[in-house]
Structures are given as C-alpha cells and as structure tokens.
C-alpha cells in the first residue's frame, strides 16, 4: 500500500508568542515516527510537508498517488484554523485520509461553538461565557475561573495566570490573551477535580475507548492550581512539565468510570469526529465528570499520551498507525 504521511512544517503561529513554536514545531517529529510505522508495517510510505498553497499540494498527491493520506497537518501558515481547511481539499480532490473531517475540526478548534454542540447533546461541561465584543457580562460565571483563547490547541495561552479568582482579574487576563491569540476568548469555571484523558479510535457508533489516563498533579508546584499549562506540555525543564506526568488512572468508582468512558464516546459521536480523538475531562465534586474540551487530532508521537493509553490495550505504534490506516482504507473515494 501506498501511504502519503502529510504534516505542516510551521515553526511558529501567526498569532501567538515566541515560545509557541515549540508546540507547532513538534509535529514533524510526529511525522518521522508515523512513516518509521508505516514502513514497518510494510507499507511504501511518502514523507510530504504540506505546501501552504492549494495547487502544489494537490499536485504533490496526485504525483505521488497515494491509496491513504495520513493527515497529521495541524496548521497551515501558522493558521491552526487551517488545519480544517486541509482536511477539506483532500475531501474535495478525493483522497482517501485518515482522521475527522473538515467539520469536527473545525468545530475541535473552536472551543465556544464545541461547547454548544456538546451541550446540545448532554455532555456536561463547564459553565461560562465566550468574550469577543468586550462588553460581555461574566455574573454567571463560578469562581475561581479559567481564561484560554477560544481557537487554540495544544494549551496555546494557558499559564499560570490563566486561573483567576474574580472579573477584576478576568478582564485583564482576557485582554492579555486576546492580544496574543484574538478573540474570542474563553471564560469557564474552574474544575480543581482529577484530569482524565480518554483516547478514542473509531468512528459512529464504533468507538473504542482505550484505557483512561491520569493527570498527576501530586508533584506539581505547591501554591498554584493544578493545571495543565502550555509550559507543562512542551517545556521539559519547567517545573509544570515535570508535575504533570500522565499516568494510568488510578481506581475510579465503577459508575465514574463508566459514566466517563460513555461521556468520551457521546462527545466524540457529537462532534462527529472520525478514526482517533483524545477527550479530556475533570471530576466536577457535585456534577460529576464534565468534558473539557475534545481534541480531533492529538499527538500521534510513539511518547504521546494517545500511543501510551494504546500500548496498554495491547497496540505497539505501528499497530495503532496501522488501525488508523485501516479506517481510512475501507472507505470514500480514491482519485483515478
């Protein structure tokens, strides 16, 4: 089989700060490992840094003619808002590609517009407000609440000052990110419960959830609020990064445990996600888990969370690539 592997080889965002590149960067080491697994599954695998302009990149995969695309671009121009819009020319010239579609990554990106269509569905989540004129009220929101762009991936825009305890401290929290990353910009309660990560593969009513993961947060810095920060995903010598390992989850009730692996899968299903996702949560004290956020294209990386929570269903990388591949082999189009 013919394998193209797609990245984008940005090295910064369009909006953003300096040390943001570190995040974006990262996907092409991502990419190097996906193609190190498709050939040891076999498979005559092609290496292609997406073009940021949509005549070669459409000529670049009719030249190489691949039977699936492994579609690992997450940014385009720096844009993460063009992650979706790539998915949308393979879907318009026809090839066959692995992940969701044009519209769940958008709606995956769009952290405000997710939240509705999870809502909708009975997925709770966190209470809040989306912030974008700036005369918007916050008098509904709990406190202490969490201030993130509302069109970022990858903890872009979280850190510690995130976390603040009243509007006061909102607003010029919001006006600090709104700088760097745009509008809108998100303002939800603070959810001080466990972290899970729930990785899922699949599609429809044929998800899998593999087995849950943990944040660790028993070493993280004392004084500050749990979270997972841009510094804790992507910054090895931060203190964060080093407080925040993902470990196997620690025994949960059978009810929560359910009752998460169920929530994962009614949120995957609503945003109509496709093949792999990640769906993070937190333990609410009275209402229970509630989604964070769902993430249609997490890190594929042999390190990352997703291919850890894989490895302990039985699925080494190249397996879990190749699972991958499967999903986008048996169906749609393939150009002639």
Same mark, same amino acid.
């Given at each position: 089989?013919?394998?193209?592997?797609?990245?984008?080889?940005d090295? &910064?965002? +369009? $909006?953003?700060?300096?040390? /943001?590149?570190?995040?974006?960067? !990262? @996907?092409?080491? %991502? =990419?190097?490992?996906a193609a190190?697994?498709?050939?040891?599954?076999g498979?005559?695998?092609?290496?292609?840094?997406?073009?940021?302009?949509?005549?070669?990149?459409?000529?670049?995969?009719a030249a190489?003619?691949p039977?699936?695309v492994?579609?690992?671009?997450?940014?385009?121009?720096?844009d993460?808002?063009?992650?979706?819009?790539?998915?949308?020319?393979?879907?318009?010239?026809?090839?066959?590609?692995?992940?969701?579609? &044009?519209? +769940? $990554?958008?709606?995956?990106? /769009?952290?405000?517009?997710?939240? !509705? @269509?999870?809502? %909708? =569905?009975?997925?709770?989540?966190?209470?809040?407000?989306?912030?974008?004129r700036?005369?918007?009220?916050?008098?509904?929101?709990?406190?202490?609440?969490?201030?993130?762009?509302?069109?970022?991936?990858?903890?872009?825009?979280?850190?510690?000052?995130?976390?603040?305890?009243?509007p006061?401290?909102?607003w010029?929290?919001?006006?600090?990110?709104?700088?760097?990353?745009g509008?809108?910009v998100?303002?939800?309660?603070?959810v &001080?419960?466990?972290?899970?990560?729930?990785?899922?593969?699949?599609?429809?009513?044929?998800?899998?959830?593999?087995?849950l993961s943990e944040?660790?947060?028993?070493?993280?810095?004392?004084?500050?609020?749990?979270?997972?920060?841009?510094?804790?995903?992507?910054l090895?010598?931060?203190?964060?990064?080093?407080?925040?390992?993902a470990?196997?989850?620690?025994?949960?009730?059978?009810?929560?445990?359910?009752r998460?692996?169920?929530l994962?899968?009614?949120?995957?299903?609503a945003?109509?996600?496709r093949?792999?996702?990640?769906?993070?949560l937190?333990?609410?004290?009275?209402r229970?888990?509630?989604v964070?956020?769902?993430?249609?294209?997490?890190?594929?990386?042999?390190d990352?969370g997703f291919?850890?929570?894989?490895?302990?269903?039985?699925l080494?990388?190249p397996?879990?690539i190749?699972?991958?591949?499967d999903?986008?082999?048996?169906?749609?189009?393939?150009?002639?």
């Amino acid at each position: 089989m013919r394998v193209t592997v797609l990245y984008n080889q940005d090295q &910064a965002l +369009a $909006l953003g700060r300096a040390e /943001d590149g570190s995040a974006v960067a !990262a @996907v092409q080491d %991502a =990419a190097r490992a996906a193609a190190q697994a498709c050939q040891d599954l076999g498979h005559a695998t092609t290496l292609l840094p997406a073009p940021e302009d949509p005549e070669p990149l459409l000529r670049e995969l009719a030249a190489t003619r691949p039977d699936v695309v492994l579609n690992l671009v997450e940014s385009l121009r720096g844009d993460p808002g063009h992650e979706a819009t790539v998915a949308g020319l393979l879907e318009l010239a026809g090839f066959r590609f692995t992940g969701s579609p &044009a519209q +769940a $990554l958008h709606l995956g990106l /769009d952290k405000t517009m997710a939240k !509705a @269509v999870l809502a %909708a =569905a009975g997925v709770p989540v966190p209470r809040g407000v989306a912030v974008e004129r700036g005369d918007e009220s916050l008098a509904d929101v709990p406190w202490p609440a969490i201030v993130k762009p509302g069109r970022q991936d990858a903890s872009h825009g979280i850190d510690q000052q995130s976390v603040v305890a009243d509007p006061a401290a909102a607003w010029q929290q919001i006006e600090r990110v709104a700088r760097h990353y745009g509008t809108p910009v998100l303002v939800e309660e603070f959810v &001080a419960g466990r972290e899970f990560n729930v990785a899922v593969l699949g599609h429809d009513d044929q998800f899998t959830v593999l087995p849950l993961s943990e944040i660790d947060f028993t070493a993280y810095p004392p004084g500050r609020p749990p979270l997972v920060t841009y510094a804790a995903k992507w910054l090895p010598e931060s203190p964060e990064y080093r407080g925040t390992p993902a470990i196997a989850a620690r025994a949960l009730p059978p009810a929560t445990e359910e009752r998460i692996r169920v929530l994962a899968q009614r949120a995957c299903r609503a945003l109509r996600v496709r093949d792999y996702a990640r769906v993070d949560l937190r333990l609410h004290a009275e209402r229970g888990p509630l989604v964070l956020e769902v993430n249609p294209n997490p890190d594929l990386s042999p390190d990352a969370g997703f291919a850890r929570a894989a490895a302990r269903a039985g699925l080494d990388h190249p397996r879990l690539i190749g699972r991958i591949l499967d999903g986008a082999l048996h169906r749609g189009p393939h150009p002639a």
